[in-house]
């Protein structure tokens, strides 16, 4: 039997225009999940909305989703498609993150053994039992049962920050493995990367740049500098010489936009932005790369060239960042 959804690659996607209506941008893990796991509710959604899905681009994270409907298709057949598949991938990222969430908490509960020792981790800060803090009346009925071992909470400890709670020895135990919340992933501590020291991050606003789809704001533009130098012992060839670079790279000048701003530059302080190693692109070794924290290298072109529109960027780089210990508190 055929596939229910029709898939083409290209990378020839145009964009802006009418067809960008008939577009959506989904994370790869979102799309790859729905297409692995769910394939049944795609046959149902091609039932329901005769249209073909296509894939009309892709980045290293998304892909770029292309709806395509018959010619005697009613006029609002492609918009109800649309609407459609956008609630099927948000459902969708809801199930990818709670069989995450189990996969972590399994794994958590395979490495931290029997034996649970006494007080908490170090430099990691828990509230109090229930009913020992403030404003006990009125509040929901705490869980009572510990995401890490499944059993009844045992001498109940909060995480400061996600108020996740845990038996006091299960969560100690677990922060010794990563120092992570094993229920959402928010990072307790400060993380340090392996970025070369001698860099800069420069910033100026340009009030007449506008980028596509933030067109009643202008934009902001980092430059990151970095001259030569030579390896560290952090590093994967200590000793070796790394030639210089300079990277631009843009942000809206809009609220959500400075406040990624504010991120990315906690990011670099703490040395996570860049690292050396091997080049995605040029396939040149021991040169200054991008390290995991998505940046917009273009003003347009969609996220298929770096570059805007791209309306869950602001959104998904936060999420880039939290998973790295970097949040505005």
């Known amino acids: 039997m055929g596939s229910p959804v029709?898939?083409?690659?290209?990378?020839?996607?145009?964009?802006g225009g009418a067809g960008a209506k008939s577009r959506l941008t989904v994370p790869k893990p979102v799309w790859d999940f729905l297409t692995q796991q769910s394939p049944g509710k795609l046959a149902r959604l091609r039932e329901a909305?005769?249209?073909?899905?296509?894939?009309?681009?892709?980045?290293?994270?998304?892909?770029?989703?292309?709806?395509?409907?018959?010619?005697?298709?009613?006029?609002?057949?492609?918009?109800?498609?649309?609407?459609?598949?956008?609630?099927?991938?948000?459902?969708?990222?809801?199930?990818?993150?709670?069989?995450?969430?189990?996969?972590?908490?399994?794994?958590?509960?395979?490495l931290l053994g029997s034996r649970?020792?006494?007080?908490?981790?170090a430099g990691v800060g828990m509230g109090p039992?229930?009913?020992?803090?403030?404003?006990?009346?009125?509040?929901?009925e705490p869980e009572s049962q510990c995401p890490i071992c499944l059993g009844e909470i045992q001498n109940r400890?909060?995480?400061?920050?996600?108020?996740?709670?845990?038996?006091?020895?299960?969560?100690?135990?677990?922060?010794?493995?990563?120092?992570?919340?094993?229920?959402?992933?928010?990072?307790?501590?400060?993380?340090?990367?392996n970025q070369p020291e001698n860099g800069r991050m420069l910033v100026s606003k340009d009030s007449g740049l506008l980028l596509p789809g933030y067109e009643k704001y202008g934009t902001?533009?980092?430059?990151?500098?970095?001259?030569?130098?030579?390896?560290?012992?952090?590093?994967?060839?200590?000793?070796?010489?790394?030639?210089?670079?300079?990277?631009?790279?843009?942000?809206?000048?809009?609220?959500?936009?400075?406040?990624?701003?504010?991120?990315?530059?906690?990011?670099?302080?703490?040395?996570?932005?860049?690292?050396?190693?091997?080049?995605?692109?040029?396939?040149r070794a021991n040169v200054i790369t991008w390290n995991d924290i998505h940046h917009k290298t273009n003003c347009t072109g969609g996220p298929q060239l770096f570059g805007y529109p791209d309306p869950t960027y602001l959104s998904r780089v936060q999420e880039e960042l939290r998973a790295k210990g970097i949040t505005e508190d």
């Open 157 to 193: 400890k909060t995480l400061e920050q996600c108020r996740h709670a845990f038996c006091e020895g299960c969560i100690t135990r677990a922060l010794q493995v990563k120092r992570a919340c094993p229920m959402c992933g928010r990072f307790y501590g400060r993380l340090v990367g």
């Open 6 to 15: 029709s898939f083409v690659l290209s990378r020839m996607a145009a964009c």
């Open 220 to 283: 902001i533009i980092i430059q990151y500098v970095f001259p030569p130098g030579v390896q560290g012992a952090e590093h994967p060839n200590p000793g070796v010489r790394y030639p210089g670079t300079t990277r631009v790279a843009y942000l809206p000048d809009c609220p959500e936009g400075n406040k990624v701003l504010g991120l990315f530059r906690k990011a670099f302080d703490q040395r996570l932005t860049f690292t050396i190693g091997t080049s995605m692109t040029t396939g």
């Open 116 to 121: 649970a020792p006494r007080g908490t981790a």
């Open 129 to 140: 039992a229930a009913g020992q803090g403030p404003g006990g009346s009125g509040e929901e």
């Open 49 to 110: 909305t005769p249209v073909s899905i296509l894939i009309d681009g892709e980045t290293a994270e998304l892909y770029v989703l292309q709806l395509t409907a018959p010619a005697p298709a009613p006029a609002h057949g492609l918009y109800a498609a649309r609407k459609a598949l956008k609630a099927l991938l948000k459902e969708t990222e809801k199930e990818l993150k709670k069989a995450q969430r189990q996969a972590e908490l399994g794994g958590c509960v395979a």
